[in-house]
C-alpha cells in the first residue's frame, strides 16, 4: 500500500511540472498554436523568442505554477501541516528568488498580495479580492498530503489561499483541484469518482473566503466534462472548452478547463498535456492542474521515464525526489 501511495504522489506532484512544461511553449489560442506548430505539440520544447511571457524558457522547464508548489511545498514539510502564514513566507520567498518585481509571469492576484505582504498588512486582508487561477496553479501539494481525505484538502486549501486569494470563488477553484488529487491517491478510485470529488470540493470551498464575483466553479465543471465527451472531434471539442468554459487568468475558466482536459484525456497525464497545450490560453496552468490530478490519478508509473528525467534536468535547482519524500510522509502520518 506504502509503495502505490508514493508512486500516485510522485505521480501528482511530477505531473504538475510535466503539463506546466509540456504546455509552457502554447501560444494565445487554440488556432495560433496548431498554425505554428503544425498540430499539437508532442514533446517538451522551448518557448519561442517572440512569446509574450515564456520567451527564454527552454524544453522542460516549470513556470511560476510548479516554482510556487514547490516553495509551498517545503513550507508545509517543514511545518508539517498547512499554514496561512507558511504559505505566505513561501510565496514571498519564491517572488524573491525570481526578482517579481520584474518579472513577467507574476499573476495580477499574487503580485498585489505578496506586495502588501512584504509592507507588513494583514494576512487576512490582502487576498481579499484575489480571484484568479494563482490560488489552484500551486495547490496540488495540499491535495496529495489528505490521501482520500477530501474534505480536509478543501480546509487546508483555504489556508493556502488567505495569503493571495482569499476569495470565495478562488478558493472553490483551488479546493476542486485539492479535492480531486486527494480523491485520485487511494486504490481503486475512478476517474468520475475524481470529478465529482472536484465537484464536491468545489462547493465546500466556496463556503470559505471574502464573497466574490465568479461563476459557480462546480456548474462549469459540469459543463466542461460535457463538452470533453460530446461526440465531435478532438479539435472541435478543444475549442468548444476554450470558447464556451475559457481558458483565461479567470479561476472559474482555469480550473473547470483543466477538468475538462482531465476527462477528455481520460485521465492519462501525457494525453491531457497535449491537450491543455493544444487548447492553449493561459495553457501552462492549465496543463499543471490537469496533469496533477491526472498524475494523482494514474501513479509515475504511467509516465515515460524519459519525462521525468527531462523534468529533472532541465531544472537542477530542484530536488523533486526530496519533496515527494516529504509531502509522502505527511501523507502516511495523516491517512
Known amino acids: 500500500m506504502s509503495d502505490f501511495l508514493l508512486d500516485k504522489i510522485r505521480g501528482g506532484f511530477y505531473g504538475q511540472a510535466l503539463g506546466d512544461a509540456w504546455a509552457m511553449p502554447a501560444w494565445l489560442n487554440p488556432q495560433q498554436s496548431w498554425d505554428y506548430y503544425h498540430g499539437y505539440i508532442t514533446e517538451f520544447l522551448d518557448a519561442p523568442d517572440t512569446h509574450p511571457v515564456h520567451h527564454g524558457l527552454r524544453a522542460g522547464q516549470v513556470t511560476d505554477d510548479t516554482e510556487q508548489a514547490y516553495s509551498i511545498a517545503e513550507s508545509i514539510i517543514a511545518e508539517g501541516h498547512v499554514s ?16 517579481g518585481d520584474s518579472s513577467p509571469y507574476v499573476g495580477p492576484s499574487s503580485r498585489r498580495a505578496i506586495q502588501a505582504i512584504k509592507r507588513g498588512e494583514d494576512l487576512n486582508e490582502v487576498g481579499r479580492i484575489g480571484d484568479t487561477n494563482g490560488a489552484a496553479m500551486r495547490i496540488s501539494p495540499v491535495g496529495l498530503i489528505h490521501p482520500g481525505n ?52 468545489a462547493d465546500l470551498g466556496r ?38 468554459v475559457g481558458a483565461t487568468l479567470a479561476i472559474s475558466e482555469a480550473v473547470p478547463a483543466a ?23 493561459d495553457a501552462d496552468t492549465v496543463a499543471a492542474m490537469a496533469c496533477a490530478m491526472a498524475g494523482a490519478f494514474k501513479g509515475a508509473g504511467s509516465f515515460p521515464p524519459e519525462v521525468i528525467q527531462k523534468i529533472q534536468q532541465a531544472n537542477p535547482s530542484m530536488d523533486f525526489e526530496k519533496i515527494i519524500a516529504g509531502l509522502y510522509q505527511l501523507a502516511i502520518k495523516g491517512s
Open 259 to 281: 477538468f475538462g482536459v482531465l476527462a477528455m484525456a481520460q485521465g492519462d497525464p501525457i494525453q491531457a498535456a497535449i491537450y491543455a497545450a493544444a487548447l492553449s490560453g
Open 84 to 99: 496561512a502564514q507558511g504559505v505566505a513566507d513561501a510565496i514571498v520567498r519564491w517572488y524573491d528568488r525570481i526578482g
Open 150 to 201: 477530501v474534505e480536509a484538502a478543501v480546509e487546508d486549501a483555504y489556508l493556502a489561499c488567505i495569503p493571495s486569494h482569499n476569495t470565495d470563488v478562488a478558493v472553490s477553484g483551488a479546493a476542486a483541484v485539492a479535492g480531486a488529487i486527494a480523491a485520485a491517491l487511494p486504490a481503486g478510485s475512478s476517474l468520475d469518482e475524481v470529478i465529482a470529488a472536484g465537484q464536491r470540493a
Open 207 to 244: 463556503k470559505h473566503g471574502h464573497v466574490w464575483i465568479g461563476a459557480s466553479v462546480s456548474r462549469r465543471i459540469d459543463l466542461a466534462v460535457q463538452i470533453a465527451r460530446s461526440d465531435k472531434s478532438e479539435r472541435q471539442r478543444l475549442q468548444d472548452l476554450y470558447d464556451l
